[in-house]
């Protein structure tokens, strides 16, 4: 049934060009603080709303769903990930998810090899030792770090972003391997000459670099366990610009002071906005707060896709980005 101007609640400052749209096409309600929704705000939001406009870092419970009055029918996210959202509760309730996959790429791509030659070549430390006044000066032995040209890369993950990063990858002359849960195109394959690999454990052993690109899902929570970081080589890099919880992160903080892994580049982490005070005491590791899809263009065209989907609710028929869908 079509739903000329639903009540959306934003439950987070969108770009202006975004929330004026939203403002022309529906009955708005925005976050202008930008201050985080509590639980008890999410459950009065969807008491009245007809469509929530939820950011990742919002979670969205089965607490919050059960709040919602019988006019709530769509959770329109602003992001990719949907492992803030009990599908299986707004399943039950009737209620559709999407989301806003595909715009994020190139961005993400973008951080991971940033954060691949931050790590590798010693960025941040070199950027530190600057800023301190300690630098004496150039040095043959000084701040060595690692040549990313004809060095493995393993990539978890081989869908839109995971495929982004091999490219970049290539062009700075790594060899590329992955994993996946399938195989990707014989073309593409090709095209990157990426070797697939059906068991993990065996990949890991052989990478010089490993970049997480997989969603956080029950199958792939803690996916790069302790006994997985074992069996990486102690002068291997690990990237993470998926999700923290990919990463069982104690252990991979024991495995960096202990020196079995030469460095890390975190993006996500596994209780964000909360950093493990152990990780930033590290030199070896890069440290980003949650940045990597962080572009002025990648957060229109997030929005653009939330507007595309709220507007085709609106009018009575299926969302292009449903994750989760119903009839309407």
């Not at 080589?233 to 923290?244: D, E, L």
């Amino acid at each position: 049934m079509p739903h000329p101007r639903p009540l959306v609640v934003v439950t987070r400052k969108l770009p202006d060009v975004i929330e004026t749209r939203l403002m022309e096409l529906f009955d708005t309600r925005l976050n202008l603080d930008d201050e985080p929704m509590s639980a008890a705000a999410l459950k009065t939001a969807v008491a009245s709303a007809v469509v929530l406009v939820p950011t990742v870092t919002d979670r969205i419970d089965k607490a919050v769903i059960d709040a919602a009055g019988p006019q709530f029918k769509l959770i329109a996210s602003f992001g990719t990930g949907v492992d803030h959202i009990d599908l299986d509760a707004a399943k039950a309730r009737g209620i559709a998810v999407t989301n806003t996959p595909g715009v994020l790429t190139e961005d993400t791509a973008d951080m991971t090899m940033g954060l691949v030659l931050a790590v590798a070549r010693r960025i941040g430390e070199g950027e530190r030792l600057v800023r301190s006044g300690r630098w004496t000066g150039w040095s043959p032995t000084s701040m060595l770090g690692l040549r990313l040209a004809s060095k493995r890369l393993g990539i978890i993950g081989m869908g839109r972003i995971g495929t982004a990063v091999a490219r970049r990858a290539r062009s700075f002359g790594m060899s590329i391997h992955y994993h996946n849960r399938r195989r990707v195109d014989a073309v593409i394959e090709g095209e990157l000459e990426a070797s697939y690999w059906e068991s993990l454990d065996q990949m890991l052993g052989h990478m010089d670099v490993l970049s997480i690109n997989c969603p956080h899902t029950p199958a792939t929570y803690h996916l790069l366990s302790a006994r997985r970081l074992r069996r990486l080589k102690p002068h291997a890099i690990v990237v993470n610009t998926a999700r923290g919880e990919v990463i069982d992160e104690p252990a991979l903080i024991r495995a960096l002071y202990a020196r079995e892994l030469a460095g890390a580049g975190l993006d996500v982490y596994a209780h964000e906005p909360q950093v493990d005070q152990k990780l930033a005491e590290l030199d070896n590791v890069v440290l980003l707060p949650h940045m990597g899809s962080a572009t002025l263009e990648g957060r229109i065209a997030m929005g653009e896709r939330v507007l595309i989907n709220i507007r085709t609710f609106a009018d009575g028929h299926s969302p292009p980005d449903r994750v989760l869908g119903t009839d309407f």
